[in-house]
């Protein structure tokens, strides 16, 4: 084995390739057919989107647990411990497992170059299939045509809602980011847009290739009041469904379409109302709008494009506090923080601007000049890092008042460590 613990395996795939993303799917492809991955037996959904992925795959995931089934899941980034990117029922798999699944991608690549993205899309699958899973969902990391998961056929494709973010890489219209976004569906087979205002382009891709799309709104609807929810199709209906445990409203969007997948899987799979119930109930995620409780409530939430950011700020409009809302805020270079800082502008009383590291990290001296921009004419305080940003504000903020932690997932990560050292 070329490594034998986690760390070094991890730190050597991060220098491996020329580049850290690199789309398309024939260097993948031909590594998992040496490894001998085939298309999965067990039941399988993919996941695209810009916003609402994670929140869908926890919701899909964690219903099929109820339902009894062996499950998996494939998610990324990861916010504490790489293993958080590959699960079964709910668990992070083992540094062995994983270790074990690089070595056969190593031993199997020859001279292919792989991303750090394309090892751990491969160990999932290996894994998956070497422990026997009943049912794995898969969500995909950047656009889907061309992104490493889309090597296998889902039975089930799920976009999830569609905005502007990596306009390098998918292009500046929400057309033209649908139709990479797309790409997961295949001929055939049964598919999901949860966007209750889907791209046309979107939708002529699915004609064009005789998918068989579902669309919010025309073939399934829903509606809530403060407590309860219903949903239906033309040949199902729940009636006051308990509202999902992760916050907003918006997250009712998300798991409508989760129902229409679920309605539209294989046979064999059968999902009752009830394990409907307890899984919506039971749902977590770490990072999308979670809330710590305390006499200064933290929120951490992973929002990086303005889309994200408006339903932030609405969720700041809705539940206001006593005190000041202050924001620890870091991003990257190629997200619009322009477009994010527009959004939730009116609602914060004090900014804290920390600096990511990296070479797609922004400096935290960038992120004020865009702030001056926007005319921001409330403080502004700039930081190296996202910890010396975190213990000013363990200083300042005061009984009833808020921090929202948000911009990045790096963000988010950094401060969830210092709380896990934390008494």
Not at 130 to 150: P, S, T, Y
Not at 228 to 239: I, R
Not at 280 to 288: D, M, N, P, S
Not at 391 to 419: C, E, W, Y
């Amino acid at each position: 084995m070329r490594f034998d613990n986690l760390a070094d395996w991890l730190a050597w795939q991060e220098t491996l390739h020329v580049s850290e993303i690199e789309l398309g799917l024939e260097r993948c492809q031909s590594v998992a057919d040496r490894m001998g991955l085939k298309q999965p037996e067990y039941g399988f959904v993919s996941v695209s989107g810009t916003n609402g992925k994670g929140s869908s795959v926890a919701m899909l995931s964690t219903i099929m647990i109820q339902a009894g089934y062996k499950t998996g899941v494939y998610t990324s980034p990861h916010l504490i411990d790489y293993n958080e990117r590959i699960r079964i029922d709910g668990e992070n798999v083992s540094d062995e497992l994983l270790c074990e699944a690089f070595e056969s991608i190593d031993q199997a690549r020859g001279e292919t170059s792989l991303t750090y993205f394309e090892f751990g899309t491969l160990a999932a699958y290996y894994i998956f299939e070497k422990q026997d899973v009943d049912f794995a969902v898969f969500e995909v990391g950047l656009g889907g045509r061309l992104d490493a998961v889309n090597m296998m056929d889902a039975d089930v494709a799920l976009v999830t809602s569609i905005a502007i973010d990596h306009v390098d890489w998918l292009g500046d219209t929400r057309d033209a980011i649908s139709l990479e976004k797309a790409g997961i569906m295949r001929s055939g087979h049964p598919a999901v847009c949860s966007d209750p205002d889907a791209p046309e382009a979107l939708i002529e891709f699915a004609r064009d290739n005789k998918v068989d799309l579902h669309l919010s709104g025309s073939d399934y609807q829903y509606d809530f009041s403060d407590d309860v929810w219903n949903w239906s199709d033309n040949k199902t209906t729940y009636k006051d469904l308990p509202r999902p445990s992760l916050r907003g409203d918006f997250q009712l969007m998300n798991a409508a379409g989760v129902l229409k997948v679920i309605q539209c899987l294989p046979d064999q799979y059968k999902v009752s109302e009830d394990h409907i119930r307890k899984g919506l109930q039971q749902t977590k995620l770490a990072g999308r709008f979670q809330v710590i409780p305390g006499e200064v409530e933290y929120v951490l939430d992973v929002a990086h494009n303005p889309h994200a950011a408006k339903t932030l700020a609405n969720f700041l409009k809705a539940n206001p506090v006593k005190g000041k809302n202050h924001i620890l805020i870091g991003m990257l270079k190629d997200k619009d923080a322009s477009g994010v800082i527009n959004e939730i502008g009116a609602y914060i009383d004090d900014w804290h601007v920390a600096g990511l590291g990296g070479s797609r990290g922004t400096g935290s001296e960038q992120l004020v000049k865009q702030l001056e921009a926007a005319d921001i004419q409330i403080p502004v305080h700039s930081y190296t890092s996202v910890e010396e940003a975190y213990n000013v504000l363990q200083q300042q903020a005061q009984p009833g008042d808020r921090v929202l932690v948000a911009g990045s997932f790096l963000t988010v990560s950094a401060v969830m460590k210092i709380m896990e050292r934390e008494p």
